[in-house]
Nanobody
Framework: QVQLVESGGGSVQPGGSLRLSCAAS????????IGWFRQAPGKEREAVAC??????AYADFVKGRFTISTDNSKNTVYLQMNSLQPEDTAVYYC???????????????????WGQGTQVTVSS
């Protein structure tokens, strides 16, 4: 059974940092593309970042602040988030899709497996 479990969310002040983790079971992340998405209250889900076989992609609004990485030995993908701002407040989800969808990574409908999400709150 494929399962993705996010962790690492919490509350931070503006300018702070968090590292989210997405641990997978029942599937090898090294064979997949893994994306991070977020959804704020009253807003649509939006793509944040994606990684596959060492290639990475980012939404413009997180470039230079967020870094996605993977540890294949732990079957885990990370999202390091720096310089957090109140507008980054959302529930963050990881999801997996086929590697050949990487070119269209921001399309949420292409992701078949999702985690339960972890809350990130940025507030002073």
């Amino acid at each position: 059974q494929v399962q993705l479990v996010e962790s690492g969310g919490g509350s931070v002040q503006p300018g702070g940092s968090l590292r989210l983790s997405c641990a997978a079971s029942g599937i090898s992340l090294s064979d997949r593309a893994i994306g991070w998405f977020r959804q704020a209250p009253g807003k649509e889900r939006e793509a944040v970042a994606c990684i596959t076989s060492g290639d990475t992609a980012y939404a413009d609004f997180v470039k230079g602040r967020f870094t996605i990485s993977t540890d294949n030995s732990k079957n885990t993908v990370y999202l390091q988030m720096n310089s957090l701002q109140p507008e980054d407040t959302a529930v963050y989800y990881c999801a997996t899709t086929q590697k050949w969808f990487f070119s269209v990574w921001s399309t949420a409908q292409l992701y078949g497996r999702w985690g339960q999400g972890t809350q990130v709150t940025v507030s002073s």
